[in-house]
């Protein structure tokens, strides 16, 4: 009876020390293992003027690390191909700010609302950036 407590302990440990080692990439993120924060607000949109199939309009994003380390952004992935991200700085520095300009090139009339994601060193590791309008 001894020897099988040992032996599940034993086993116990090494199963959790593998699945720590195995998932580790995600584990990081939602304990906190040197994360940070950032802010994000839309700074610019083109709802001052109208939009149309075809054009293309800009929105920029101010990214604000709030967060004690530095924050790393490791991709930007958009919905469609009718989103192109740029962003000025991969890296921000604990209480610097970036801005990500998102170009939107509407395919059809209407409203839209459209999803750019970034990946990142923070908790969750996945920060949505919404874009919505109409076009005319």
Known sequence: MKNLFYFLVVAFILFGSAFMI????QLQYYFKFGNTDFSKILVE?????????????????????????DLNIENVL??????????KSST???GESTKVYVQFTPEKQGKFI??????????PP??????????K
């Open 45 to 69: 949109s083109p709802e001052d003027h109208e939009l149309n199939v075809g054009q293309t309009a800009t929105y920029v994003f101010n990214l604000e690390n709030t967060g004690s380390n």
């Open 78 to 87: 958009t919905e469609c191909e009718c989103l192109i991200p740029t962003i």
């Open 22 to 25: 195995l998932k580790w990439d």
């Open 114 to 123: 459209k999803y750019a994601i970034i990946e990142a060193n923070t908790a």
């Open 126 to 135: 996945l920060t949505v950036l919404t874009i919505e309008g109409e076009v």
């Open 92 to 94: 921000i520095s604990s």
